[in-house]
């Protein structure tokens, strides 16, 4: 007895010396320097198992044991899954950094950048550029309803997943200004708050003049005066494509689309764009001016005014700026390029070129103007030939103010 005890106990330590040699060993081989010799991007598809994982890794020259890289995912197993996705490993990764990089899921995250103003057509389209992106969109989204930003995202993201996470995006942020709006604003709803936001977006890039356009576009609403904006007209015209990729026909000032705000009173049915957060808050919290006018400045902003008399002045510094500038070329479009010939002029809407939107001109009570198309010979207008005193409304005999 004493001799089985004995040896049972010799083998007991013979075998505890010899499993420490070998956690040793193992231990020294799963963090010893792999034969990766400069970092390396590789993709683990989806539902891709243990054995498959150490076969592309090996292929890949992350490592050089895939065995022992299944052994020792097995031991870790209890820490998580490996992962799937788009992983980068650096040069001389050891069989234990590779496992624990696929199990806490470090995969290389991409970006995708959707700009303020767009359409969700518009969205929609810059997403199947993406090339990184996968799927289709299965419908286009309401207009209005995507949160404009960058978005990071992993290798095998879907399109409708970047779009389902800029809707939840929007309706988090709309809930979050809605709550902390000016109690004095004329808007009813967040939807409205939406609307009102997408014209401010479209008429003004500049960060510091937002809160001053709205406000404009407030006062307006509170004398009810017409909106009368430029990027209504378009979008009444072509809808989510977003452009017309010219200038605005003088016919089409007029026209009687349901977003057209020369013509509608109030907001227009829907929003015209996909405002961003910064355009949000600026509904919601507008300067507080008296400012009925703007009309650009020169310096790329626009010159605010608070009664029609000092818009016209305004205007008028405009156009002797414009006059010292090379006329328009075909890339102006969206926008009533005014010119010596422009009837339009009378109520001052002008706008330069390259920056978005129009001023709003008319006088309350004063019917809008016509538009100039700063293609030759596009709108066949009896009057387009001819030249007036801009600063004499009377001067244009079918134009006059009621």
């Known amino acids: 007895m004493l001799s089985l005890l004995s040896g049972l106990l010799t083998l007991f330590v013979a075998l505890a010396i010899a499993g420490i040699f070998g956690f040793s060993m193992v231990q020294q081989e799963v963090t010893a320097q792999g034969p990766l010799q400069s970092d390396k991007v590789v993709v683990i598809p989806r539902n891709t198992g243990t054995g ?9 020259g992350v490592i050089d044991q895939p065995l022992l890289f299944q052994a020792y995912a097995h031991v ?3 820490r998580g899954q490996l992962k799937a996705g788009e ?11 590779a496992i624990d990089t696929l199990i806490q899921g470090k995969a ?6 959707v700009p303020e103003g767009l359409t969700s057509e518009q969205i929609i389209a810059r997403l199947y550029e993406h090339e990184i992106l996968t799927g289709d969109v299965t419908e286009t989204p309401r207009e209005g309803s995507l949160l404009p930003d960058t978005y990071k995202f992993e290798r095998g993201t879907t399109r409708q997943q970047i779009i389902a996470t800029m809707q939840a995006a929007q309706r988090q942020a709309i809930e979050q200004i809605w709550q902390r709006r000016s109690s004095e604003l004329p808007i009813k709803s967040p939807q409205e708050l939406v609307i009102l936001a997408s014209i401010v977006e479209k008429e003004t890039g500049r960060a510091d003049e937002r809160t001053r356009v709205a406000g404009v576009f407030i006062n307006r609403l509170m004398k009810r005066m017409k909106l009368q904006s430029d990027p ?7 809808g989510g494509k977003g452009t017309l990729g010219r200038g605005i026909l003088r016919s089409e000032i007029e026209a009687a689309t349901p977003y057209n705000t020369y013509v509608v009173e109030g907001l227009p049915p829907g929003p015209i764009a996909n405002p961003g957060r910064a355009a949000l808050e600026a509904v919601a919290n507008p300067s507080r001016t008296k400012d009925l006018y703007f009309v650009a400045d020169g310096s790329g902003g626009h010159a605010f005014a608070e009664t ?4 016209q002045r305004n205007v008028t510094r405009w156009r002797q700026i414009e006059k010292s500038r090379p006329a328009p070329d075909a890339t102006d ?9 422009d009837v339009r002029g009378q109520n001052g809407t002008t706008m330069p070129s390259g920056l978005r939107g129009t001023a709003n001109a008319l006088p309350p009570g004063g019917r809008p103007g016509r538009g100039f198309d700063a293609s030759e010979g596009t709108d066949k207008d009896p009057l387009k030939n001819k030249t007036f005193d801009l600063n004499n409304p009377k001067s244009v005999p079918s134009l006059r103010q009621p």
């Open 232 to 238: 209504t007209i378009v979008y009444g015209l072509v």
């Open 108 to 113: 290389i995250l991409h970006t995708v950048t």
């Open 52 to 60: 498959e994982i150490a076969r592309i890794l090996k292929d890949e």
């Open 76 to 78: 870790n197993r209890q």
């Open 87 to 97: 992983f980068q490993f650096k040069a001389g990764t050891s069989i234990e950094d």
């Open 308 to 311: 029609y008399e000092q818009h």
């Open 333 to 341: 479009v969206d926008r009533v390029m005014p010119d010596a010939e």
